[in-house]
């Protein structure tokens, strides 16, 4: 088994772990959220800055927490793409530096590859084929994994990603920063059938709908209007923000089982930071436990940003031969079916 020390840097987060295949050895994560939620967003010079001034402590305390020696350590590994550029350089360095000085190899990983294998640390028995929904702030996908680097994506937003999604709807209501914990906590004391809001359809040139493509800028339009309406002294918070949640969890739970019916997948991983939606678990469950479908969502701690994932993800790549250049550089997007660029040939 491939003992992994990762580091992920892809965004507003510093987080360095070290993995024993599937198994966690230590998991440590800062958090900037009360850096940037004066901004409403995370600004990405703020962020590179951060991590700096992190990334030396939670390598050391990473390999403090799993009582780990460096020579136990079998490869390095962080995240390459996609993300910030700036933050992303930050991590990737480090990683790099800590490969030459320790003469271990080094493996760029893809974030999203990163979320898929979430669900490995708490599920180690789970094995592809599946059907992963990647739900974030900057992401929404319906992907089908068929193997270790081996991807097809067949549903994706056409504009705002559910998390993206989720801070604006927040940043109407003036609820702050970030909008999907705050947005799930307000709707669990609303009524959801308050509001008739629209799900989002993407039509085809030829008529009809695709199937699993999501929108949600009509939504957040559809939201913005009903706020302008409404008395600003007695705003219905919470009212809203279930109607909003409910309709999100609706739209995204029909799109992925209808892929998995379609697609004769029996089983279904959910990864992302609106992974810990409860409205959305609640959703999928039902809908998953009616179709004999089977849903695995990571515990709550490896939702959000978390180079345990990164570890896990490079683990397999490792026991497979995958290793990355030193010359390999970062890169804001690459899609998830283009992981094998990430390593030599």
Not at 87 to 98: D, E, F, N, P, R
Not at 199 to 210: D, N, Q, R, V
Request: charged fraction near 20%.
């Amino acid at each position: 088994m491939a003992t992994i020390l990762a580091v992920e840097t892809s965004c507003d987060e510093t987080a360095v772990a070290i993995v024993k295949n599937r198994y966690i050895c230590s998991n440590v994560v800062a958090s900037q959220i009360s850096l940037h939620g004066a901004y409403g967003g995370v600004v990405p010079e703020i962020a590179s800055r951060e991590h700096l001034v992190t990334i030396n402590p939670l390598i050391t305390q990473a390999l403090t927490e799993a009582d780990i020696s460096w020579s136990e350590i079998d490869a390095i590994a962080a995240t390459a793409a996609p993300g910030l550029v700036g933050a992303l350089l930050i991590g990737v360095t480090a990683a790099k530096t800590l490969a030459i000085v320790k003469a271990k190899p080094f493996l760029g990983v893809h974030h999203l590859e990163g979320h898929i294998y979430a669900s490995y640390l708490s599920e180690p028995q789970l094995k592809p084929p599946f059907l992963c929904l990647l739900v974030s702030g900057g992401h929404t996908s319906l992907i089908l994994v068929k193997d270790c680097g081996q991807y097809e994506s067949v549903g994706t937003t056409r504009d705002d990603a559910a998390g993206e999604a989720f801070d604006k709807v927040a940043r109407l209501l003036k609820l702050g920063y970030p909008g999907g914990p705050i947005i799930d906590r307000l709707a669990k004391t609303g009524n959801a059938a308050a509001f008739s809001l629209p799900e989002g359809k993407i039509s085809l040139p030829g008529g009809g709908y695709h199937p699993y493509d999501c929108s949600f800028s009509g939504l957040k339009t559809a939201v913005m209007r009903l706020v302008d309406k409404l008395d600003p002294d007695a705003l219905p918070v919470e009212d809203l923000a279930a109607s909003f949640q409910r309709t999100v969890a609706r739209t995204l739970t029909h799109k992925t089982i209808n892929c998995a019916l379609d697609y004769r997948i029996e089983n279904i991983v959910i990864g992302g930071g609106v992974a810990a939606n409860s409205g959305l678990r609640a959703h999928l469950q039902e809908a998953a436990a009616k179709e004999g479908l089977r849903v695995y969502f990571p515990p709550l701690k490896l939702c959000t940003d978390n180079a345990a994932m990164i570890a896990c993800a490079a683990a397999d790549h490792f026991a497979r031969g995958h290793r990355s250049s030193l010359a390999l550089g970062v890169q804001s997007r690459l899609a998830i079916t283009e992981v094998m660029k990430l390593y030599r040939n």
